[in-house]
Nanobody, 114 residues
Framework: QVQLVESGGGLVPPGGSLRLSCAAS????????VAWFRQGPGKGPEELVC????????YYAEAVKGRFTLSRDSPKNTAYLEMNDLKPEDTAVYYC?????????WGQGTQVLR
């Protein structure tokens, strides 16, 4: 199984940028579907971006398309979420997620305040 630890959240100025990290241990992320979710105040969970290890495709939600980018550093076994042009509605707790063989794994979350 894999353990996920997010970092990089914080307070961001208008139109600012931030990069979140998701460091994995226990297994390599190369074998997992990797995604980023967020949950804003009073809102349900929202999937932002998803990478499929099966075909290498990446899906972006309309709310973040063109502003957010998922990337991976295989040697560091880490996934990133680069966020640009942050808006008030991006305020949320952001979670890293990985899945494989029917099992789901979540990080503890990191707060982004805009």
């Amino acid at each position: 199984q894999v353990q996920l630890v997010e970092s990089g959240g914080g307070l961001v100025p208008p139109g600012g940028s931030l990069r979140l990290s998701c460091a994995a241990s226990g297994s390599t992320l190369n074998y997992y579907r990797v995604a980023w979710f967020r949950q804003g105040p009073g809102k349900g969970p929202e999937e932002l971006v998803c990478y499929s290890s099966l075909d290498g495709s990446t899906y972006y939600a309309e709310a973040v398309k063109g502003r957010f980018t998922l990337s991976r550093d295989s040697p560091k076994n880490t996934a990133y979420l680069e966020m640009n042009d942050l808006k008030p509605e991006d305020t949320a707790v952001y979670y890293c997620y990985a899945s494989a063989s029917g099992l789901d794994y979540w990080g503890q979350g990191t707060q982004v305040l805009r």
